[in-house]
């Protein structure tokens, strides 16, 4: 019996060393095929002698890195939604155990892709839950290069390590296939299949190549625009659906991240064949009041969009918007943004900012130089001579100077007509309106007679009064602006004096100006086909260029311009009514009642 036991204690232990052995020897089996992560000394490696890619970024950043990570793979690309629903959530996730919320799902935008695409955004926030830590996607490094001369130089194994490595793991994936072949080995379970997406490399996109306020959701559809060609004819319709529909602030998004990634022609392409339709529920195609109730984000975003897929009437439309409304970055005059996270449609480029912003000021300067007309006629400005300088400042009558009156009738009391009027129409400018301000020069403007002392009562020292400046300023919308001012009253000293004020003679011009201003055409916004130089104000169709003839005296009748007596030399224009609205907004002087 003894015996018996001992040998039974040797075969157990015989048969654990046999199944020890046998999982060695799987272990080392699956470490063969590449199941079992490889080490990774070439992480090391550097890329040095970046190309030049982009005018604005001239060298690819040396932050891009490539690994193998383990991947969990979510199969989206034959998912008409243009974003994932994981990055739609920012990355949220409902696991339970926080841990698992940091590893990122990778979001297979082609199934058949042999690189993963990473993006890990700068000073991740940790909020909770926590935020995955990177973003993921599945794509073809053979379609990416095809469409992107950035991704084509990275991917290229004669010039990055990213390449070689690709070029690299391509080879040793279809040597283990010839080696399976011949020995007949069976196929691996789907477990098993499934882990070979540990394989894939990893490019991780530089965090500081763009701006990380462009977001993640404009990375994924920028992808699948640069894949779209390797997709189903089904997914394809589905994808150009979702772009046409897409809301102005993504697509926007999207084109810098093709500006940054020097992938501009793709975007454009796909953009034009969806027919994209600037997000909007209302008709761009003419100016009305609807485009008056357009928020300045979307006009913006729409305006960048239209230039870049050089969409002419569209996009003199929007400007002309842009203008009638203002900008609530013009509060303070035109200052270039220094942050550099700020949108490129905050400071539209290529000079296009400060044209806008130019022909608002000529617009606005015009208004001025009516109330100043008449201002001057009864009295309350000085009369200037033959080439004024814009109107930006009231100064008042001085001196013994003659006058003619303005009253009708030539009765006696015919100065206190006039004067009753210039009360009347000043306290309308300055209090209705609000388009004049009327403040003293003795005062230095940053002046204040408090003074900072632990001696200070208040109790026998009151606050002075605050200083005499407006307290809210006119709208910024200029038919805003015009039509407070078409409010004008026609008050009279007596019934005797009836219509001696200046609302007959001031609605006429108003209206002129509106006519310009309001027309559906557009007619101050910008002429793209014109915008031939980058530097402002040198483009042809600038406002600002000298090159072109401009009014030095014009004439107005009523609502229209009757006469242009005198002109500088230059290119002459056309005769269009954007002409006529240029030589009214740009002239020098300007003879209200010719």
């Given at each position: 019996m003894k015996l018996q036991t001992l040998f039974g204690v040797v075969a157990l232990a015989l048969t654990a060393q046999a199944s020890s052995n046998s999982t060695t020897a799987s272990n080392t089996e699956r470490r063969n095929l590449g199941?079992?992560?490889?080490?990774?000394?070439?992480?090391?490696?550097?890329?040095?002698?970046?190309?030049?890619?982009?005018?604005?970024?001239?060298?690819?950043?040396?932050?891009?890195?490539?690994?193998?990570?383990?991947?969990?793979?979510?199969?989206?690309?034959?998912?008409p939604s243009l974003v994932s629903k994981s990055v739609k959530e920012n990355g949220d996730r409902k696991d339970s155990n926080p841990a698992e919320h940091l590893q990122a799902a990778?979001?297979?935008?082609?199934?058949?892709?042999?690189?993963?695409?990473?993006?890990?955004?700068?000073?991740?926030?940790?909020?909770?839950?926590?935020?995955?830590?990177?973003?993921?996607?599945?794509?073809?490094?053979?379609?990416?290069?095809?469409?992107?001369?950035?991704?084509?130089?990275?991917?290229?194994?004669?010039?990055?390590?990213?390449?070689?490595?690709?070029?690299?793991?391509?080879?040793?994936?279809?040597?283990?296939?010839?080696?399976?072949?011949?020995?007949?080995?069976?196929?691996?379970?789907?477990?098993?299949?499934?882990?070979?997406?540990?394989?894939?490399?990893?490019?991780?996109?530089?965090?500081?190549?763009?701006?990380?306020?462009?977001?993640?959701?404009?990375?994924?559809?920028?992808?699948?625009?640069?894949?779209?060609?390797?997709?189903?004819?089904?997914?394809?319709?589905?994808?150009?659906?979702?772009?046409?529909?897409?809301?102005?602030?993504?697509?926007?998004?999207?084109?810098?991240?093709?500006?940054?990634?020097?992938?501009?022609?793709?975007?454009?392409?796909?953009?034009?064949?969806?027919?994209?339709?600037?997000?909007?529920?209302?008709?761009?195609?003419?100016?009305?009041?609807?485009?008056?109730?357009?928020?300045e984000d979307r006009i913006r975003q729409s305006i960048f969009i239209a230039r870049f897929l050089d969409d002419r009437a569209i996009f003199q439309i929007l400007t002309h918007t842009l203008i009638v409304l203002g900008s609530r970055s013009w509060a303070?005059?035109?200052?270039?943004?220094?942050?550099?996270?700020?949108?490129?449609?905050?400071?539209?480029?290529?000079?296009?900012?400060?044209?806008?912003?130019?022909?608002?000021?000529?617009?606005?300067?015009?208004?001025?130089?009516?109330?100043?007309?008449?201002?001057?006629?009864?009295?309350?400005?000085?009369?200037?001579?033959?080439?004024?300088?814009?109107?930006?400042?009231?100064?008042?009558?001085?001196?013994?100077?003659?006058?003619?009156?303005?009253?009708?009738?030539?009765?006696?009391?015919?100065?206190?007509?006039?004067?009753?009027?210039?009360g009347q129409m000043t306290r309308f400018f300055a209090l209705r309106t609000k388009t004049i301000f009327l403040g003293s020069s003795l005062l230095d403007p940053d002046f204040g007679p408090e003074v900072d002392g632990d001696d200070h009562d208040p109790l026998d020292h009151p606050p002075p009064p605050p200083k005499s400046t407006p307290t809210s300023g006119p709208p910024t919308d200029i038919s805003a602006i015009i039509a407070s001012l078409k409010q004008c009253p026609d008050y009279q000293i007596d019934s005797n004096h009836s219509g001696c004020g200046i609302r007959r003679r001031f609605i006429p011009p108003l209206d002129g100006i509106e006519g310009l201003v309001g027309d559906r055409r557009g007619l101050v916004g910008i002429d793209l086909a014109r915008w031939d130089v980058t530097q402002w104000p040198l483009a042809s169709g600038s406002w600002a260029n000298r090159a072109l003839r401009r009014a030095l005296v014009i004439e107005i009748h009523f609502a229209r311009i009757s006469a242009i007596p005198r002109m500088s030399p230059g290119i002459i224009l056309s005769d269009s009514r954007e002409e006529n609205a240029r030589l009214l907004f740009t002239a020098k002087k300007r003879r209200w009642e010719a």
């Amino acid at each position: 019996m003894k015996l018996q036991t001992l040998f039974g204690v040797v075969a157990l232990a015989l048969t654990a060393q046999a199944s020890s052995n046998s999982t060695t020897a799987s272990n080392t089996e699956r470490r063969n095929l590449g199941f079992v992560q490889h080490p990774r000394s070439w992480l090391n490696e550097t890329s040095k002698g970046i190309p030049t890619l982009n005018k604005r970024n001239s060298t690819v950043p040396r932050s891009i890195h490539v690994n193998n990570g383990a991947l969990p793979i979510r199969d989206t690309a034959g998912i008409p939604s243009l974003v994932s629903k994981s990055v739609k959530e920012n990355g949220d996730r409902k696991d339970s155990n926080p841990a698992e919320h940091l590893q990122a799902a990778a979001t297979a935008i082609l199934t058949s892709g042999d690189v993963i695409i990473e993006y890990i955004p700068p000073d991740h926030p940790s909020p909770e839950p926590p935020r995955p830590a990177s973003y993921r996607w599945q794509v073809s490094s053979e379609v990416l290069a095809q469409n992107s001369p950035y991704f084509r130089a990275l991917l290229d194994p004669n010039k990055f390590a990213e390449g070689r490595q690709l070029m690299n793991q391509k080879t040793t994936r279809v040597r283990r296939q010839s080696l399976k072949s011949e020995k007949n080995e069976p196929n691996q379970p789907p477990a098993l299949e499934e882990t070979l997406w540990e394989e894939l490399p990893t490019v991780r996109l530089p965090s500081d190549h763009f701006s990380p306020k462009l977001g993640v959701d404009a990375i994924e559809v920028f992808l699948k625009i640069l894949s779209f060609n390797a997709f189903d004819e089904d997914v394809k319709g589905s994808f150009d659906a979702e772009i046409k529909s897409q809301r102005t602030s993504l697509i926007a998004r999207v084109i810098g991240l093709a500006d940054a990634f020097n992938s501009p022609k793709v975007v454009q392409e796909t953009l034009k064949r969806s027919g994209y339709g600037y997000g909007r529920k209302i008709s761009f195609s003419k100016f009305d009041d609807q485009m008056l109730k357009l928020t300045e984000d979307r006009i913006r975003q729409s305006i960048f969009i239209a230039r870049f897929l050089d969409d002419r009437a569209i996009f003199q439309i929007l400007t002309h918007t842009l203008i009638v409304l203002g900008s609530r970055s013009w509060a303070n005059g035109l200052e270039k943004p220094t942050s550099p996270l700020t949108f490129p449609w905050w400071y539209l480029p290529d000079g296009l900012e400060e044209e806008v912003y130019y022909r608002r000021q000529c617009i606005m300067n015009t208004i001025t130089d009516l109330q100043a007309y008449f201002l001057r006629a009864y009295g309350a400005l000085e009369e200037t001579d033959d080439d004024p300088k814009p109107t930006n400042a009231i100064s008042f009558l001085g001196g013994n100077q003659s006058r003619q009156y303005q009253c009708r009738c030539g009765y006696g009391n015919s100065s206190a007509c006039d004067m009753f009027h210039l009360g009347q129409m000043t306290r309308f400018f300055a209090l209705r309106t609000k388009t004049i301000f009327l403040g003293s020069s003795l005062l230095d403007p940053d002046f204040g007679p408090e003074v900072d002392g632990d001696d200070h009562d208040p109790l026998d020292h009151p606050p002075p009064p605050p200083k005499s400046t407006p307290t809210s300023g006119p709208p910024t919308d200029i038919s805003a602006i015009i039509a407070s001012l078409k409010q004008c009253p026609d008050y009279q000293i007596d019934s005797n004096h009836s219509g001696c004020g200046i609302r007959r003679r001031f609605i006429p011009p108003l209206d002129g100006i509106e006519g310009l201003v309001g027309d559906r055409r557009g007619l101050v916004g910008i002429d793209l086909a014109r915008w031939d130089v980058t530097q402002w104000p040198l483009a042809s169709g600038s406002w600002a260029n000298r090159a072109l003839r401009r009014a030095l005296v014009i004439e107005i009748h009523f609502a229209r311009i009757s006469a242009i007596p005198r002109m500088s030399p230059g290119i002459i224009l056309s005769d269009s009514r954007e002409e006529n609205a240029r030589l009214l907004f740009t002239a020098k002087k300007r003879r209200w009642e010719a």
